[in-house]
């Protein structure tokens, strides 16, 4: 009986954990491929489209504002899920206000909410991994971390796919009502939700303590900077090599339904296939050991990419080469997500892994910029040898500080 009572409260745990991950991944894309498609059909410029790149500014700067969330408690509901109801409440009134706007009469207008969602977006990322951190017990973090992607991977499923076809059939405006619709079911998990053990309360000391010891207390454990430099690093080439994929791809003969169909819909499904196992394989042998394994792995998929450039165009080729790629790349996320949240100080939470997980962005939203002229000036065959390469640093300080182990040991 105890047993039955100790799974059904493991399957709780991850059943919210998921919900939360798809309520995180759900706006991400409201701001981005679906309303880049609803302002091209309503007329608006492709320089002003283009624009809409900056929207994403949020994601990386979050961690400016993530120590308030630490340092205050709202009077209601707890640290976590009181910020976390406050931003979904807002966030579904500024969905069903863009809902109910019109890109062709005020662009403008329409901007300034898509940023509104996006930094409130942003916010809900900062308490929800906090919650995820809090929430769960150590050794569940790498499972834990493999139901929170798979919602968040599910959530931007919705909104990139079911979003897009709903538009075509019940136009952007309704599509926007229904997704207001689903982060309603979102608030009702967070309601119902139970509230995190809080390690530290909300204190009232000086305001400029709050963004300092955060960090203070982060750099003061042995090895902080390599731990940082090991998190900007250990999806560097992989972050650099998917960033041109597309691209890629073109240059070899594959036309956008083959990309469409081959690289996009069929390759989600061995990405969520690569984001349980690798929460069954964290389970198994704890994250340290398989950030060493999943690293590799990342290592050979995008050397993948050199094989199919000799291949040339086949549609075999390209499906066995983007299934690899992205269970690789789900297996390590899975393990990389655990091991940040393995890091932080859980008296700073929030603010610590809002740090942490902006670092490791970086990769994808800054250093990946200028790989088209690296793949221009050396050619495919060497830029993807270049991006295979770039991981071995990453590994290399992984092996010298395996002491990490004793920090991951608890969340097998």
Partial sequence: MKSIATVTAALTRHGITFLMGLAAGLPLLLTVSLLQAWMVDAGISLEAVGMLALLGVPYTLKFLWAPL???YELPILGRRRGWLALVQILLIALIVALALSDPALAPGWVALLALGISFLSASQDIVIDAYRREHLPERELGVGSSFYTYG???????VSG????MADAIGFGNTYLVMA????GCLVVTLLAPEPHSHRPAERGRLRDTFIQPISNFLQRPGAWWLLLFILLYKLGDSVASNLTIPFYKAIGFSNAEIGATAKIFGFWPLLGGIFIGGLIILRLGIYRSLWWFGLLQMVSTAGFIWLNHVGHSIPALAAVVSFENAAAGMGTAAFLAFMAALTDKRFTAAQYALLSSIMGLPRAVISAPGGILAEA???????LICTLVAIPGLAILWYFR??????DGAR
């Fill in 403 to 408: 002491q990490w182990r004793d920090i991951t």
């Fill in 378 to 384: 050396v050619g495919w065959d060497l830029f993807f």
């Fill in 69 to 71: 969330l630490d340092r």
């Fill in 162 to 165: 079911g979003g897009m076809l």
């Fill in 152 to 158: 968040y991977r599910i959530g931007m499923l919705l």
């Fill in 181 to 184: 619709a689903i982060m309603a």
